[in-house]
């Protein structure tokens, strides 16, 4: 009991974070200082990216290892999660750098997460542990999709992760080591910040990305098996990223496209299209994913109906706001003299 309430004492929580937004920006400015950003991976714009500068993308590089030596240090129970990212995020640097087929890159993506699933299963049916992998790898490559505008990742996994910390010490059965492990990954995302919000001076790439996502899905189920939350926690907590990759996957595949292959179709790539810009953009899903959080965290507790009706509602709330996106972006097109790449 001592030990845990150590864990959750104010003062730890504001030193696990405030090292990790201190140590990831100095990672990443050093890497700025002496160019060597640029040689270790970078974004060629090409005419379907937001961007018209070459931008390196070493965004990873800062926050992986501030994640990883957290949990080692600070969430023991982690280190599984820990090791896994880590994986991914060599595989993903390679990757970032010479490519890779999709095929490996799933292959990795699947055995991070099966590993953790069968190594750590959960008190639930098998068909249940299966479908929560699919999801699982599915949000992994969610937020590479999602990697696309001037401070959007980045603000996400800082809210995100800082809404998994909130409710693992909030919760009835409190995790203290996850509530520290989310709260390094958030620490770490203000750190990169710094660099990435509008105008980016660098990018998360893919082993900043990929590692994201599974840590969001990785640390979600964590927080499920413990008991520190329902299962849909972890989805409404980051439900604007999942809604918008989502919905933009399933248009594609209808009209028979590789939904692999890069495009500009997401809804946050049409506001920034459309006039309202990255900084702008970054804020408006900011707002968003605040919102989605603290219903999150006021019906953590309140009975099943409450919690479920809470989540419809919020699906709700989302689709009107897809409407309107898709309504500006509709009176964009037809305004010729209005279109113009930002």
């Not at 950003?37 to 500068?53: E, F, Q």
């Not at 820990?82 to 990757?95: E, P, Y």
């Not at 069968?118 to 999602?146: D, G, T």
């Not at 809804?267 to 605040?290: D, I, K, L, N, P």
Request: glycine residues 10%; contains cysteine; charged residues 10%.
């Amino acid at each position: 009991m001592q030990m845990q309430d150590s864990l959750m004492a104010p003062w730890t929580l504001a030193l696990v974070a405030g090292a990790a937004v201190c140590v990831c920006a100095a990672i990443l400015f050093v890497l700025l200082k002496t160019g060597l950003a640029w040689r270790l991976a970078t974004d060629i714009p090409n005419d379907r990216s937001l961007h018209v500068r070459p931008t390196p993308r070493v965004g990873g590089w800062g926050i992986v290892p501030v994640a990883v030596v957290a949990m080692l240090l600070a969430a023991p129970s982690l280190w599984f999660a820990a090791l896994a990212t880590a994986f991914l995020a060599a595989v993903s640097q390679v990757d970032d750098r010479r490519g890779l087929p999709a095929r490996v890159r799933f292959a990795a993506h699947l055995i991070a997460v099966v590993a953790l699933v069968a190594l750590f299963p959960a008190a639930a049916p098998w068909w249940a542990l299966c479908a929560l992998a699919f999801l699982m790898i599915w949000l992994v490559n969610l937020y590479n999709f999602m990697d696309g505008a001037d401070g959007l990742a980045g603000g996400m996994a800082l809210f995100g992760f800082a809404g998994y910390a909130a409710a693992a010490l909030l919760s009835d059965h409190p995790m203290p080591e996850l509530a520290l492990a989310s709260l390094a990954v958030a620490g770490a995302a203000l750190g990169f910040l710094f660099f990435n919000f509008h105008p980016a001076r660098i990018f998360l790439g893919d082993a900043g990305s990929i590692s994201l996502g599974y840590l969001a899905g990785a640390l979600g189920y964590w927080g499920w098996r413990g008991g520190a939350w329902p299962v849909w926690f972890p989805a409404l907590v980051f439900a604007p990223f999942i809604g918008d990759a989502s919905v933009t996957l399933a248009r594609r595949l209808m009209r028979g496209e590789k939904f692999w292959q890069a495009h500009r179709e997401h809804y946050y790539q049409r506001m920034v299209r459309s006039g309202v810009g990255h900084a702008g953009t970054a804020w408006a899903w900011y707002a968003v994913m605040s919102v989605g959080i603290a219903l999150a965290l006021v019906v953590l507790g309140r009975p099943p109906a409450v919690q479920w009706g809470t989540v419809a509602g919020w699906v709700a709330v989302l689709v009107v706001i897809g409407v309107v996106i898709d309504l500006r972006w509709r009176r964009f097109q037809s305004t010729p003299s209005q279109q113009s790449e930002v």
